[in-house]
């Protein structure tokens, strides 16, 4: 399947394109449509089948360029995968002027404090920082519309389940 038959704005289109994107992989095909009529979605896949591109499109799709406020949360295991999955969105949503976020541990908190006053539509980052921010008010979930839990197997691996919870 085309990413062009998924009914995907032209922003996005445009972005899937410049990326080198055409054929959909199996994931993005079986989870992009269900997502985007706003059903609960559970996938899995192997590593490089495009499993952020099947999450992070219909979120993006969903973000309301205009709203200023918090729209989507992705939770990760790892600093690593928040950052590629930052990178990732905002690649991919840079033609919807969508302003993507990263908190993680290990980074300066009051750097992401600032960041965070920028109000971003989407936020990814690890359990431990997001609660950290959570319990500063400076992360505030009332209007999150998506959430993301990326290797949610791995989180509860990692002993995450807690803190998850908690988010």
């Known amino acids: 399947m085309k990413f062009k038959d ?4 032209s922003e996005l289109l445009t972005s899937v394109e410049r990326a080198g994107f055409e054929e959909a992989t199996p994931i993005q095909e079986a989870t992009i449509p269900l997502a985007l009529a706003g ?9 490089g089948t495009g499993k952020t ?18 729209q989507g949360l992705v939770i990760a295991p790892t600093r690593e995968l928040a950052i590629q999955t930052q990178e990732e969105l905002y ?14 541990g290990g980074a300066d908190i009051g750097r ?20 950290d921010h959570i319990n500063r008010h400076t992360l505030k979930l009332g209007t999150v519309e998506t ?16 803190d998850i919870e908690k988010i």
């Open 39 to 47: 059903r609960d979605v559970i996938g899995q896949a192997q590593t």
């Open 147 to 162: 959430l993301v839990l990326d290797e949610a197997d791995e989180m509860l691996n990692m002993g995450f389940l807690e």
């Open 53 to 70: 591109a099947a999450f992070g499109l219909p979120m993006l799709e969903k973000i309301d360029p205009t709203n200023q406020q918090l």
């Open 91 to 104: 690649r991919l949503g840079k033609d919807k002027k969508i302003r993507v976020q990263a908190v993680y």
């Open 6 to 9: 998924l009914e995907l704005s």
């Open 112 to 131: 992401q404090i600032r960041q965070l006053k920028d109000r971003p539509h989407i936020v990814v980052g690890t359990p431990g920082r997001m609660l």
